[in-house]
C-alpha cells in the first residue's frame, strides 16, 4: 500500500465522522445511564468492537478498497472507540473503588473481544446463509 493524498482523506474524514459518531453516542449514553461504571465508553467500544468483526468477515469476501479500509477502520472506527478513554477512566476508578475499577476492565476486555467474534460469526453466518 503506498500513502497518498487520497488514503489520507479517506482516514481523515473516517475519523471526523467516527469522532461525531462518539461524542453523540457517548453523551446521551452516559446521560441514561449514569452509573459508577462509564458505561458510555464501554458502550462505543463495545459496538466498535461489533462493526470491526463484521468488516473483518466481510473483508474476507471482498477486497476493499484501501481508502475504503482507511476509512471504515482506521478512521471512523479508530475515533468511534477510545482506548485512551478507557485508560483514563479506568485509572480514576482505581483510586476510588478496586472493585468497580475492575468490573470495569473485565467488562471492556471481554466485551470488545465478545463483540468482534460475534460480529464476525454472525456476518460470516450471514455470507453463507
Known amino acids: 500500500m503506498n500513502l497518498n493524498w487520497q488514503i489520507l482523506l479517506a482516514v481523515g474524514s473516517g475519523g471526523f465522522f467516527g469522532a461525531i459518531a462518539r461524542f453523540y453516542t457517548a453523551f446521551h449514553i452516559a446521560k441514561m445511564f449514569p452509573h459508577a461504571i462509564p458505561v458510555a465508553t464501554l458502550s462505543v467500544n463495545v459496538l466498535g468492537s461489533f462493526i470491526i468483526g463484521i468488516l473483518a468477515a466481510l473483508f474476507m ?5 484501501n481508502e475504503l479500509r482507511g476509512f471504515l477502520i482506521t478512521g471512523f472506527l479508530g475515533a468511534l472507540t477510545t482506548y485512551s478513554t478507557f485508560a ?8 476510588s473503588s478496586l472493585v468497580i475499577a475492575g468490573v470495569n476492565i473485565l467488562l471492556n476486555v471481554i466485551g470488545t473481544i465478545s463483540s468482534v467474534a460475534i460480529g464476525y460469526k454472525l456476518c460470516l453466518w450471514a455470507i453463507n446463509y
Open 88 to 95: 483514563l477512566e479506568t485509572y480514576f476508578l482505581l483510586n
Open 61 to 65: 469476501t471482498f477486497t476493499p478498497s
